[in-house]
Nanobody, 120 residues
């Protein structure tokens, strides 16, 4: 069974930090591009950050300087370190991967999501 499994969500106060993890398991084809998306209540899903296996990263303007995306040594684990969290960061966060390709292709595999809540 191919799946992305997120963990690490939760509740934190403004200015706090959280770290998300995502493990990719059961995939036949490699993914050379992984990313994090989020969806707040009543809003569309938006891309937070993406990373290619060569280490190139891209961030949404809203999280630059606060969030860090990274890969584990085996490249099948994705992380998102979130610092200086604000109430507007409250959302369900999804791990995503381009299975069988690079970041020039759309994400085609998604995790189930993990809730992040930032309270003031």
């Amino acid at each position: 069974l191919e799946q992305l499994v997120e963990s690490g969500g939760g509740s934190v106060e403004v200015g706090g930090s959280l770290s998300l993890s995502c493990v990719a398991a059961g995939y036949t084809y490699s993914s050379y591009c992984k990313g994090w998306y989020r969806q707040a209540p009543g809003k569309e899903r938006e891309e937070v950050a993406r990373i290619e296996t060569d280490g190139d990263t891209t961030y949404a303007d809203s999280v630059k300087g606060r969030f860090i995306i990274s890969l584990g040594n085996a490249k099948n684990t994705l992380y998102l370190q979130m610092n200086s969290l604000q109430p507007e960061d409250t959302a369900v966060y999804y791990c995503a991967a381009v299975v069988g390709g690079y970041c020039d292709r759309p994400f085609n595999s998604w995790g189930q999501g993990t809730q992040v809540t930032v309270s003031s």
